[in-house]
């Protein structure tokens, strides 16, 4: 068990993120009490079945009630309105944190609504399943992944020193960031991936000459992947793009350029060049592996996930 780092935690939305913060809380005994809200009233019902939080509000306000943490866990593009109606009632000295993985727009979206005395810390778990909802977590979900902190200018030390240690004691890694360097790195590992993959899956629902029972009969390792990142929650990922277009339009404009590149290097019969990108790419791979962000098992260790 680990040193409880605050009185009472408030989770604003209730899906993977959420529900593993509660559990992970939980785990290590970091709070004293975890509230949570949810808009669907259906998805509170779930979380008050299952033991998601110790208690389960039907507002948004009520939950943040003397709240020491509250942390939004609504898609990015819902956190500005969500802040603006929880901002009478946070108590004083109280840290306000979100799970986004966009933090520019977040920061302009919220920081505006910020009462004077309450402190905030933007942070982003860098960690998820294709899973969504409240049932989807699991107390293991941060630990050994990276929680990235992007503090705001003149935010209190002290505020973000506890969050810190908060996301340590779930089992994360913590590094501090830029809005803006997150963003782009962001745009790199996660958001232009994504675009890639639903494209991907897009493409071969489009081609009729192949059909639907070959592609689910006879995919390759590949396909699959990409069909599991396009799994992804719909509303997230449509936020993510439209509040990180500049980054991810940056990094999809090199990755046109080097899909390019190699097009032509097909075309020519460029072998030497082909062989010397898969080399380099290949050597990223073998980086992730011994970082410890994922595992060469077939299967990438996923198996054995809920």
């Given at each position: 068990m680990s040193e409880q780092v605050y009185g009472r935690v408030a989770l604003i939305g209730l899906g993977l993120i959420a529900s593993s913060m509660f559990?992970?809380?939980?785990?290590?005994?970091?709070?004293?009490?975890?509230?949570g809200y949810a808009r669907s009233l259906e998805t509170r019902e779930t979380a008050r079945r299952i033991g998601l939080c110790d208690r389960v509000c039907d507002s948004a306000r009520e939950a943040v009630q003397d709240a020491d943490l509250v942390v939004l866990c609504v898609p990015v593009g819902a956190m500005g309105p969500v802040m603006e109606?929880?901002?009478p009632v946070l108590k004083p000295g109280a840290t306000v944190s979100d799970v986004g993985s966009v933090k520019r727009h977040v920061i302009e979206a919220v920081q505006p609504h910020i009462p004077e005395g309450v402190h905030f810390v933007p942070a982003h778990p860098l960690a998820g399943t294709e899973h969504s909802g409240p049932e989807s977590g699991f107390a293991e979900l941060f630990d050994n992944r990276w929680s990235l902190l992007v503090p705001v200018e003149g935010t209190d030390p002290a505020a973000t020193a506890r969050l810190r240690a908060l996301w340590e004691g779930m089992g994360a890694n913590v590094d501090e960031m830029d809005a803006d360097h997150h963003d782009l790195v962001l745009a790199v590992t996660s958001h232009?991936?994504?675009?890639?993959?639903?494209?991907?899956?897009?493409?071969?629902?489009?081609?009729?000459?192949?059909?639907?029972?070959?592609?689910?009969?006879y995919s390759a390792a590949g396909f699959r992947?990409?069909?599991?990142?396009?799994?992804?929650?719909?509303?997230?990922?449509?936020d993510v793009f439209l509040?990180?277009?500049?980054?991810?339009?940056?990094?999809?404009?090199?990755?046109?350029?080097?899909?390019?590149?190699?097009?032509?290097?097909?075309?020519?019969?460029?072998?030497?060049?082909?062989h010397d990108y898969f080399t380099?790419?290949?050597?990223?791979?073998?980086?992730?592996?011994?970082?410890?962000?994922?595992?060469?098992a077939p299967d990438f260790g996923r198996g054995q996930k809920k």
């Open positions: 559990w992970a809380i939980k785990r290590a005994g970091l709070a004293g009490e975890v509230t109606d929880i901002a232009t991936p994504h675009l890639i993959a639903y494209t991907m899956v897009g493409v071969a629902d489009d081609l009729r000459r192949v059909t639907d029972s070959e592609v689910i009969k992947d990409f069909t599991r990142i396009a799994a992804s929650d719909p509303t997230m990922w449509r509040t990180n277009k500049d980054a991810t339009l940056e990094i999809l404009g090199r990755f046109t350029e080097e899909l390019f590149a190699l097009q032509r290097a097909i075309r020519t019969g460029d072998g030497a060049h082909l380099r790419t290949r050597a990223i791979r073998r980086g992730i592996i011994e970082a410890g962000q994922d595992t060469d």
